[in-house]
């Protein structure tokens, strides 16, 4: 379920402010910070962001 275009406006990663991409796939939905030196990915689970560091995955 993707999110809606109002909140992905205003969500921010947490880690260096920079906005969040929808690359939310079937089995993964995630947000990615669009920082050039960041790129967390953030999980959605059951339709919510959950934007702790603690939880982002790594870019590869």
């Known amino acids: 379920m993707p999110l ?3 909140l992905l406006e205003i969500l921010a990663c947490p880690a ?3 906005p969040l991409d929808d690359r939310s796939g079937a089995d993964s939905p ?3 910070c669009t920082g ?3 790129g967390l990915a953030y999980p959605v ?3 919510i ?3 702790l560091v603690d ?3 790594r870019p590869a």
């Open 49 to 51: 962001p959950v934007l």
């Open 30 to 32: 995630e947000l990615v």
């Open 4 to 6: 809606e275009a109002g």
């Open 36 to 38: 050039k030196d960041c």
């Open 16 to 18: 260096c402010h920079s």
């Open 55 to 57: 939880e982002a995955r």
């Open 45 to 47: 689970r059951d339709g």
